[in-house]
């Protein structure tokens, strides 16, 4: 966080951080395009319009609440990558492997540095804690129930985990539950509306990455 009377330097690191985000998210596209043509190549503008406007607004927001942090980097990343998964899930119901695998890896990277220079090497540990117990919670609970929950779901859970976890125990837990809460609730407003009886399956990666996003922001 920002100690007092550095408004003016908070501010202009948020906007610099969202300005960034809006720089990234575009970026990230063409190289997901080119390296992923599966996927089915460049969104349209609207959704393209729309993805950098979120990544830009989440950048701002970790800025804000995260402040001048060897572990903002980590985040920035979160929201760039972050968003893009969630962007695919909805359109396509997919979370692709190698983007799971740089969040992964790119935050578990990020993490080291102010493990190592803050000598905060308790965070690093709960981090990873974080990752293994929330990956197989959702192992335990796709094997139980494959329909509500996919191995997308449960491959994903392990970089959110690395982030819930690094943010602390009590965020692990209440991020865990949120994702779940979130999704719920998204069902239910498909549900409701036009006073539908069914609803096709929902995105779940969305919802696991929002309640991440909303317990760094309002829980650090």
């Known amino acids: 966080m920002f100690a007092a009377g550095n408004v003016g330097s908070e501010w202009l690191l948020a906007l610099g951080a969202g300005l960034l985000g809006l720089m990234l998210s575009p970026a990230a596209e063409i190289l997901i395009a080119k ?9 349209g503008p609207p959704v393209r319009i729309t993805t950098a406007a979120v990544t830009g607004i989440s950048c701002l927001a970790f800025a804000l609440r995260l402040g001048i942090a060897f572990d903002f980097p980590a985040f920035l990343f979160l929201a760039v990558v972050g968003v893009q ?13 190698p983007l799971v695998l740089m969040l992964l890896a790119g935050g578990l990277l990020l993490f080291i540095t102010p493990a190592i220079l803050n000598r905060y090497a308790d965070d690093l540990l709960r981090a990873l804690a974080g990752a293994v117990i929330l990956f197989g919670s959702y192992l335990i609970l796709g094997l139980i129930s494959p329909r509500s929950i996919g191995m997308g779901d449960v491959k994903l859970a392990a970089p959110i985990g690395l982030y ?7 965020q692990l837990l209440y991020g865990g539950l949120l994702g779940f809460i979130l999704n719920g609730l998204v069902t239910a407003a498909l549900l409701n509306k036009k006073g539908r009886k069914t609803v096709a399956e929902v995105a779940h990666g969305p919802s696991m990455l929002g309640a991440t996003a909303a317990v760094t922001l309002l829980l650090l």
């Open 35 to 43: 390296c992923l043509p599966r996927l089915g190549g460049l969104p």
């Open 85 to 97: 998964l969630a962007r695919i899930d909805i359109s396509l119901h997919l979370l692709p492997n």
């Open 164 to 170: 819930l976890g690094y943010l602390g125990w009590s």
